[in-house]
């Protein structure tokens, strides 16, 4: 998955004299507009889908087209991002968005379920790059002690939409139609291209072209190949915890949404989600971006998820709706405590030269591991009967999984020492 590196940021220049608008600022403004625009459109179609067709299958599809493209384009979009300059590929990315939510509007309107679905699978192709291209040009511009803060302020952002995102696509497909959550997708795009388009080069950008004029660079034509035994053991350690998250309660949204819908309505359903995003945003403020050890970080974050699945079990009592604010916030927060401690991690031992395939890889395995719980955690479920003790079970093997994989050797991360 990626090479150690031998420091953190040692093979990318620091961005000298860069301030921090064209260091990471205006990355963080496209950023969020693209999040925004994805998260208002992703509940808005599959709802559009369910109204038009009456049939769940079809909403099924629909969401299922949004996860293959990112699985099977993963190692494509890697490359590209590690070959070409990756503010290039997030400005395509971008553009091609935009035009594909055009085409997506005209598949709409006719009805075309067919054209829905393809365009759908490639938004999602497409955005396979785009998102390895954001993570590789923080690598670029930022040195290793700016990475973490500002990592965790990009996590609070996507906290923030995945609340905000959902409440404007259906509000604006209840009030106007789904075409006005299209549009809004496609503005996002255009106006992430628009201000991606205002930063400067990177360092590095600046010393490889400066190396080409002077005859002292060929161009790159063969990418070293990333290596499983080069792997940090540190770096493979979280990998595999972070995997044993999504594998084992990937599928908490879904039993939670399920048990607070049968139990207290829709209501409590759509109040858990905004939650969760508010659980994300404060576990980014307060944990990810405060302190610096990672394997503790994401340990804790485990804790927090089985804190959560138990007071899921406990729900059905006579303080519900209580249970929907600790499930979702304290769900949204052991999330990116895993998910955000993890990313440092992977910024900080990746090499520059590998970090697109290496974000790619990682993004495109999360999702298939998520898929899988997905369905093997809720069939369990239904085959028991009892769907919430399940996902208790679940969140104790996590548990288990990742103090096995990251205690023994907190110890050594603190004295700062490889191993």
């Known amino acids: 998955m990626t ?7 040692a093979d990318v220049p620091v961005q000298a004299g860069f301030n921090p608008w064209q260091k990471w600022r205006i990355l963080f403004l496209a950023n969020a507009c693209s999040l925004l625009g994805n998260y208002t459109q992703n509940l808005a179609l599959p709802l559009w889908v369910l109204s038009v067709t009456g049939s769940y299958t079809a909403t099924g599809i629909t969401f299922a087209v949004g996860t293959l493209p990112v699985v099977l384009c993963a190692p494509i979009a890697g490359r590209i991002v590690d070959r070409y300059d990756r503010l290039h590929v997030f400005i395509t990315c971008e553009v091609l ?18 054209v829905v679905y393809v365009i759908s699978a490639l938004l999602k192709a497409v955005g396979s790059a785009s998102v390895p291209a954001v993570q590789a040009m923080l690598k670029e ?5 700016e990475a973490r803060p500002v990592i965790a302020k990009f996590e609070v952002v996507f906290g923030a939409t995945m609340s905000l995102g959902p409440l404007i696509g259906a509000a604006l497909s209840t009030g106007i139609g789904i075409e006005a959550a299209l549009w809004v997708n496609l503005a996002s795009f255009v106006v992430s291209g628009l201000l991606a388009m205002l930063l400067r080069p990177s360092a590095a950008k600046i010393k490889k072209s400066r190396l080409a004029r ?8 063969r990418l070293e190949p990333v290596r499983l035994r080069s792997i940090a053991p540190q770096l493979r350690r979280v990998a595999l915890a972070e995997a044993s998250y999504f594998l084992f309660l990937g599928s908490e949204v879904v039993i939670a949404l399920a048990v607070f819908q049968q139990t207290l309505g829709v209501a409590a359903a759509a109040v858990y989600q905004t939650l ?12 990810v971006r405060r302190f610096n050890r990672q394997p503790l970080i994401i340990w804790m974050g485990a804790v927090v998820s089985i804190v959560a699945a138990v007071a899921l079990v406990l729900s059905g009592r006579s303080w519900s709706w209580a249970a929907v604010v600790v499930v979702g916030i304290l769900g949204g927060a052991g999330n990116v405590m895993i998910a955000g401690a993890a990313t440092v991690v992977y910024q900080a031992l990746t090499s520059n030269d590998a970090i697109g395939r290496v974000f790619a890889l990682r993004r495109a395995m999360l999702n298939l591991l998520m898929t899988a719980s997905y369905v093997a955690i809720p069939f369990i479920g239904d085959l028991t009967n009892h769907p919430a003790p399940v996902l208790l079970v679940a969140g104790a093997l996590n548990l ?16 700062g020492k490889s191993d």
């Open 3 to 9: 090479p150690k590196a031998p420091a953190a940021t």
């Open 97 to 114: 968005s935009a035009l594909l939510v055009l085409i997506l509007v005209v598949g709409v309107r006719a009805e075309n379920l067919a």
């Open 141 to 145: 511009r930022l040195s290793a002690e």
């Open 214 to 221: 002077s005859g002292d660079d060929r161009p790159q034509t």
């Open 276 to 287: 969760t995003g508010i659980g994300w945003i404060v576990g980014s403020y307060l944990v």
């Open 400 to 415: 288990i999984t990742t103090t096995l994989l990251l205690l023994p050797h907190y110890r050594a991360s603190m004295d």
